[in-house]
Every structure is written in C-alpha cells, then in structure tokens.
C-alpha cells in the first residue's frame, strides 16, 4: 500500500496524520508513506524526525490586510497557488499512492484535489467543530469525513460520507489517575489550577494567571502551576512584579517557560485553564480535566471558540473571550471550583463523557473496509 498524506501548518493538522499513517502502517504491514509539505513549515520539521519522507510543495493562504508586506505575501501566496496544481501532479505521478488523506492546513488542498481528479480514493480527517475552509473546500472529493465533533456535520454540506471519530490522542493521555499524576509531580490533595498557553505562550492567560496567584498566593492553599511559554520569558515575570508578586516565597505556585510531560498536569489539576485548539479539547476529555477555555481570537474563523463551546455546552468547561476577560470573574469561578469538589467531578465526568480513545482505530478500520469495497489491498 502506498500512502499519501497532507496536513501541515500546526501541530494540529500535523499529529493527526502521523497519528493515523502509524496506524495504517499496522493495518498494512509494509506500506509505504510521503508526507506533503510546505518547505520551512512546522511540517517539514516534526514529520521528517518521526521517520517518514517528506515531498515539497509551495501553498499559502491569504491574507486579507491591506498593508504592504501583507499584499507582498499575497502576491507570492497566488504565484504558488498558480503552480500547485502542477507541482501536485508531480508528485502524485511520481510517488503513485493507492489512497490520499488530508488533515487541513493549505498544503491538503492541491494534493486532495489534485488526487481525486486523478482517480485516487481520498479521505479527510477534520479536528475542529468549526471545519476550515481547506476542509469545505475538499469534502465533496472525499470518500469520507472523519470528524472530531458532530457540531461539524451541520458546517459541510456537500460531503459525501461523514464519522464522527474524535482526534488522535497520544497513549500517555489514557489511563492515568489524578493521584498517580500528583505522585509522579509531587503534588498533594490541595486544589490544583493548571495553567498554560501553549509552547509559545499567551499573553491573556499569562495575565489571567497573574491575576490568579495575586489572589490565592497569600492564603497558601492551592497549588497553581503555570506555563508562560517562550514570548512570556521576560512579560511573564514583569507581570508579577507589578502584582507585588515574589514567587519563592510561595512553595505552592510554580511557573515554567515550557511544560513536559504534559499528560501529568493535565490529569493532576483540579482546574485547567488553555486555549482551545483541537487537539487540547480532545486530551482535556482524555483525563477528564474540568477548565476555563480561552479561544484564541485570531484563530481562523474563530473555530476554536465553536472548540470550547462544546465542553462548555456538555457542562465541562467554561469560555470565556479574550475581549470580555474580567478578573473578578476569573476569580469568583475558581473559587466555585475550589470550594466546591462536587462541581469539580461534575465537570470532570462530564468531560470524560465526550472522550474518543480509538479515533485511530475507528479511521484505519473505515479506511480499510472503503478499500476493501473497491478492491484495493
């Protein structure tokens, strides 16, 4: 079997792919794999070092700003999307895949279509409730739609087949207890707030976190660990010290530039408060973590907000926007949190209630059962 994928730009498109190459790989043994990619993008990088080869293709998207390197990006976006096409068929024509699969970013766009003209059988995997427009784009192509949430059903209307099957969760989100993961960290039972923005960082959760510790630093009875990532190096601290804030004099509050072992804190806190990218709601679900869901505001069409509407609306989560962050709101629901443990395993359960742990298997199976159809081994 020879397998061509394409999902680049984030690490959200990116991980799903491999995530289901790895388990196409088990269901046939020997297959072989390319991976499009945007040369210099994300992709390049994190596919090559999980062992699998990758092909360049040029594709951007545009920009809708007016200033001057803005429009100097959109004129080189429209000289690659001129030559996409083309660059796709080569590709195509030279690597001869049974199948195609795309996982978003702009890179699945000249590969899916281009694939499907071609004759081969092509499958999308969306990870969001609000599906982008590579993925609306493309759905009438498809053999089928593997969705995350059934909230994006109703946002594609000419696809052909549609399965709700979840994201790809790593393994090390499964399985693991809020009293094994306070062990491995050295946490007691007291309340647990985990905060974060990402590995570069969010300026409106490093601040909300601020906020949080300025309240609870004193009283000394929650632990609150926080990640402020690479662009919170030096905004991060001066944060706390315009807060009258000295972290070493609070053996409860811990803050750190990059957050490992991620699966740890998540199923240790009490309290998680994130952005809502895709792949966060899926893990959050994983280990059941109750959370204050941040969208981030310039997310193409806002999806990650429609991400963080659905724990909220299934009673797991609260969103709340960047433009409407007050901090005695903040502070107010945490103390609901933190004085009330019922809330907490309401949340708790009612996350654990939207959790998918075998979107691989679901993919490879439905894959495998359409090639099956037709013929293809």
Not at 16 to 44: C, K, Q
Not at 71 to 80: D, M
Not at 320 to 337: A, N, R, T
Request: proline residues 5%; contains cysteine; aromatic residues 8%.
């Amino acid at each position: 079997m020879r397998i061509l994928l394409a999902g680049g730009g984030t690490g959200g498109h990116i991980n799903p792919a491999v995530a289901i190459a790895g388990e196409l790989a088990r269901i046939y043994p020997g297959s072989e794999f390319l991976f499009a990619a945007v040369p210099g993008n994300m992709e390049d990088t994190m596919i090559p070092k999980q062992g699998y080869p990758v092909a360049h293709i040029k594709v951007a998207g545009f920009y809708r700003s007016l200033l001057p390197w803005d429009i100097a990006h959109n004129i080189k976006a429209a000289w690659w999307l001129a030559f996409s096409g083309h660059r796709a068929e080569e590709i195509i024509k030279d690597f001869k895949p049974d199948i195609a699969i795309g996982t978003g970013g702009y890179v699945s766009g000249p590969i899916i279509r281009k694939a499907e003209q071609m004759g081969i059988p092509v499958f999308l995997h969306e990870q969001n409730a609000f599906p982008g427009v590579t993925t609306k784009m493309l759905a009438p192509l498809a053999e089928t739609v593997f969705l995350a949430f059934p909230e994006a059903e109703a946002r594609i209307p000419d696809g052909k087949h549609f399965e709700v099957v979840g994201n790809p969760v790593r393994q090390s989100f499964s399985g693991i207890s809020k009293e094994e993961a306070r062990k491995k960290l050295g946490l007691d039972d007291h309340f647990t707030i985990f905060s974060v923005g990402g590995s570069l960082g969010a300026t409106a959760i490093n601040r909300m976190a601020a906020d949080l510790m300025q309240w609870h630093a004193e009283k000394g009875e929650i632990n609150h660990i926080h990640g402020y990532g690479k662009n919170g190096r030096e905004r991060f601290p001066k944060m706390l010290k315009e807060r009258g804030l000295d972290l070493s004099r609070y053996p409860r509050i811990q803050a750190h530039e990059f957050i490992d072992q991620m699966q740890l804190y998540l199923a240790a806190a009490d309290l998680v408060i994130s952005r809502a990218g895709a792949i966060t709601i899926s893990e959050l679900e994983m280990v059941g973590a109750p959370s204050i869901l941040v969208p981030y505001p310039y997310a193409a069409e806002n999806h990650q907000y429609h991400n963080g509407m659905v724990l909220q609306n299934a009673g797991a989560a609260l969103v709340v926007q960047e433009k409407d962050y007050k901090k005695d709101w903040l502070i107010s629901e945490v103390e609901k949190f933190a004085s009330d443990p019922g809330r907490v395993k309401n949340f708790s359960e009612n996350a654990k209630k939207l959790a998918v742990s075998d979107t691989c298997a679901r993919i490879g199976a439905s894959i495998k059962k359409t090639l099956d159809e037709k013929g293809i081994h």
